[in-house]
């Protein structure tokens, strides 16, 4: 299969940045300069995602009663909404990314006149949805984006994974896209974690399922070669 490489920068909001995001990640904003140096690379499609979440969405710890509500550390079970066999264990959060607030939007550094497409994510207030692709539930699926299909649609060969976080969002986001047959790439340097402690656990998980972490600069050699 031809090398065909597209760009999935992730969640690059306000509300998961310093200064002012509810959900802030240690240095979110400082990812950008390398980001916008990939974005002008000539990667066959490039889409930037939005954690896009409804007021009322299961995964603000506001939404819960005390005292198993307090955001970063509260974990609650989530059912599928169409099988309760199925459950999920899951982290509580601020509010954050609420559809229509200054928070959900991507930052206004992020040079996104290169950006083709903007898949939007987590509309649904009964489940959690960190992967740009789909919710984690299988018996049934409860979520789909269009991402997957977009990137078929481009017969992309390769995805390169960026933006936040590192342990949260990037992380499902690579591991679906590897799990939907495409060779996965996560440029290490153009993310960054929540909790830098979880960084090792998650990429052992990248190892197990062939999921890849490489530099920027091997990432300017292989997209510049194969234009
Ligand atoms: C994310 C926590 C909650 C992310 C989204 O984009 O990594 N993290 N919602
Ligand atoms: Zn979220």
Redo the contacts with the bound molecule.
């Keep these: 299969m031809a090398f065909k490489p597209a760009l999935v920068i992730?969640?690059v909001?306000e509300d998961?940045c310093p200064p002012n995001g509810s959900?802030a990640?240690p240095g979110g904003r400082d990812i950008v300069p390398t980001i916008n140096k990939l974005l002008s690379l000539p990667f066959a499609v490039k889409i930037a995602t939005k954690?896009f979440?409804p007021q009322d969405h299961i995964?603000f710890a506001s939404n819960h009663p005390p005292p198993n509500n307090v955001p970063f550390e509260s974990m609650i079970t989530i059912k599928n909404p169409e099988n309760p066999d199925e459950t999920e264990e899951t982290?509580l959060?601020p509010d954050?990314?609420v559809q229509g607030t200054k928070g959900s939007e991507l930052l206004p550094e992020l040079d996104i006149s290169q950006v083709q497409h903007i898949v939007e994510k987590?509309h649904d207030k009964r489940v959690?949805m960190?992967s740009a692709f789909a919710d984690p539930f299988t018996k049934p699926n409860i979520s789909r984006s269009n991402l997957a299909k977009l990137l078929s649609d481009a017969h992309i060969s390769d995805v390169y994974v960026v933006?936040?976080?590192a342990?949260?969002?990037?992380?499902f986001t690579a591991l679906d896209a590897q799990k939907e047959g495409f060779k996965t790439w996560v440029v290490g340097e153009a993310t960054k974690p929540?909790d830098d402690s979880s960084i090792p656990g998650v990429y052992d998980e990248y190892e197990k399922v062939g999921v890849k972490v490489i530099g920027q600069d091997e990432v300017f050699r292989k997209v510049n070669e194969h234009a």
Excluded: M, P
Excluded at 167 to 171: A, L, N, R, T
């Design positions: 992730v969640d909001q998961f959900l990640v954690d979440h995964s982290r959060w954050h990314c987590g959690e960190y933006g936040l976080a342990d949260y969002c990037v992380k929540v």
